[in-house]
């Protein structure tokens, strides 16, 4: 079983620059696949960056270069920088094993707004 804590977020101003925390405990593996999704009102949720199973770097293009994932041990960060309104969503932590178990955090809720 794996469980994950999210922190970071809240409500931040147009080209601010927040960095989402999440922490992972539990059955980790080294090649499980780990990162950050999101879910705007009204829509489906989608991936916004995450590192695969051999540790490679994956980001949406809505996000490229202005968000930064990056990871320490058990943890995974996401570095958000000159957000913008479309932005606002509810961001989840999620981690994928190589048995394709999928974990979700509880989401933590980034505005966007001045």
């Known amino acids: 079983q794996v469980q994950l804590v999210e922190s970071g977020g809240g409500l931040v101003q147009p080209g601010g620059s927040p960095r989402l925390s999440c922490a992972a405990s539990?059955?980790?593996?080294?090649?499980?696949?780990m990162g950050w999704y999101r879910q705007a009102p009204g829509k489906e949720r989608e991936l916004v960056a995450n590192f695969n199973s051999v540790g490679a770097k994956y980001y949406a293009d809505s996000v490229k270069g202005r968000f930064t994932i990056s990871r320490d041990s058990a943890k995974v960060y996401l570095q958000m920088n000159n957000l913008k309104p479309e932005d606002t969503a509810v961001y989840y932590c999620n981690l994928r094993t190589p048995m394709d178990a999928n974990y979700w955090g509880q989401g933590t809720q980034v505005t966007v707004s001045s």
């Open positions: 539990g059955s980790i593996f080294r090649l499980n696949v």
